[in-house]
C-alpha cells in the first residue's frame, strides 16, 4: 500500500472511530517533534501515519500539513463518533462519489492557505455531520473557504447582509460569497413635458447578492464562530 493510501484510509478511520475530545487547536499552535515521537497525538491513526512515513526526520512542509489536519480534527471534536460514523459512511457507500471522504478531505485540507482555513473547513464539515447541509454543498463550501482571507470570511459570516452596494463589494469580489449583477436599463417617456429632459432611464445599477453557497456557509458557520 502507497503512502497517500495509508493516509487516506488512517484519516478515515480517524474520523470515524476517534475520540477527538483532546485534540484542540492549541495542540496545533505549539506543535513540536516530541509530541509527535511520544504521547496523544501518535496514537491519533492519520498523525502516527504520516509520523511513521516520515521515519527519521519530519519536514517543515510535513509540520504545517499536520498543523492543518490536527485544527480541522479539533473542530469535529463535539461531532459524536455515532454521527459522524454514518455520515461518512453515507458518502463511501455511494456510487454517486468515487472518491471517499477521507482521501477528499487530505486533498483539500492540503489545498488550504493555512490552518486556520483547514479549521474553517472543518466547521462547515461538521454542518454536514449534523444534517445542516449535504455533501455536494459542503464541497462547494470548502472551494471558497480553501482559498479566502480568513478576516474577510469572519466579517462575511459577523455581516447579515445580503446585497451590497458596488462600494462595498471590495475584497470579496470573486470570492464566490456574493455575485454581481447589473439590472436592466429601462427608457421610458418623462411624465412632466416641462422637464429638460424628455426621457427616463432607469435600471443600470450595480449589487452584488449573496450566492446560495454564501448563504449556506454563513448560516452553518454562524453559530460555530
Known amino acids: 500500500m502507497n503512502g497517500i493510501k495509508k493516509i487516506s484510509n488512517s484519516f478515515g478511520q480517524t474520523l470515524k472511530d476517534s475520540n477527538l475530545q483532546n485534540v484542540s487547536i492549541g495542540i496545533a499552535e505549539t506543535l513540536s517533534d516530541s509530541m509527535l515521537e511520544d504521547g496523544l497525538l501518535k496514537d491519533i491513526p492519520v498523525i502516527g501515519t504520516i509520523v511513521g512515513l516520515g521515519k527519521t526526520s519530519i519536514k517543515i512542509t510535513d509540520l504545517l500539513f499536520l498543523k492543518k489536519v490536527i485544527s480541522f480534527l479539533s473542530e469535529l471534536e463535539n461531532v459524536s463518533i455515532k454521527d459522524r460514523k454514518k455520515m461518512i459512511d453515507k458518502i463511501d457507500s455511494s456510487e454517486k462519489f468515487r472518491i471517499k471522504v477521507g482521501e477528499k478531505l487530505l486533498y483539500i485540507i492540503d489545498k488550504c492557505d493555512d490552518h486556520e482555513?483547514?479549521?474553517?473547513?472543518?466547521?462547515?464539515?461538521?454542518?454536514?455531520?449534523?444534517?445542516?447541509?449535504?455533501?455536494p454543498d459542503f464541497l462547494r463550501g470548502a472551494k471558497v473557504i480553501e482559498r479566502i482571507y480568513i478576516g474577510d470570511l469572519v466579517d462575511f459570516i459577523k455581516d447579515d447582509r445580503t446585497v451590497l452596494e458596488p462600494n462595498e463589494i471590495g475584497d470579496y469580489e470573486g470570492t464566490g460569497l456574493?455575485?454581481?449583477?447589473?439590472?436592466?436599463?429601462?427608457?421610458r417617456d418623462q411624465d412632466d413635458w416641462k422637464a429638460s429632459d424628455k426621457y427616463i432611464v432607469e435600471g443600470g445599477e450595480t449589487r452584488a447578492y449573496i450566492t446560495d453557497i454564501g448563504d449556506k456557509i454563513r448560516k452553518v458557520l454562524k453559530k460555530r464562530l
Open 117 to 135: 482555513n483547514a479549521q474553517y473547513v472543518s466547521k462547515l464539515f461538521a454542518g454536514y455531520l449534523e444534517r445542516e447541509i449535504d455533501y
Open 178 to 187: 456574493y455575485e454581481t449583477y447589473t439590472e436592466e436599463v429601462s427608457v
